[in-house]
């Protein structure tokens, strides 16, 4: 069974930095391209960053140069680092991966920029 727990949300002040994490099991990170989504209230989910099998990393406009997308495979856990945190970044964010065909997704974890 595949299972994604993010943790790490929290209240950060505009310009200020968080670390999202997703604590995978079921499937090794290592051999998945791993992705973060977002969710602001009233909006739709957007993808936000993609991590491959060959850790080719990929990102959405609104957040290049400010997040980081990364994963340990030895604690089967895919990070995203956020820096210079803008109030527009507040949403819930997800972790997703598509294996065995079907998607998955954590249950989301809150970010709210506002000071």
């Known amino acids: 069974q595949v299972q994604l727990v993010e943790s790490g949300g929290g209240l950060v002040q505009p310009g200020g930095s968080l670390r999202l994490s997703c604590a995978v099991s079921?499937?090794?990170?290592?051999?998945?391209?791993m992705d973060w989504y977002r969710q602001a209230p009233g909006k739709e989910r957007d993808w936000v960053a993609t991590i491959s099998m060959s850790t080719r990393t990929n990102y959405a406009d609104s957040v290049k140069d400010r997040f980081t997308i990364s994963r340990d495979n030895g604690k089967n856990t895919v990070y995203l680092q956020m820096n210079s945190l803008k109030p527009e970044d507040t949403a819930v964010y997800y972790c997703a991966v598509t294996a065995y065909g079907s998607p998955y997704w954590g249950q989301g974890t809150q970010v709210t920029v506002s000071s």
């Open positions: 079921g499937i090794s990170v290592s051999v998945y391209s």
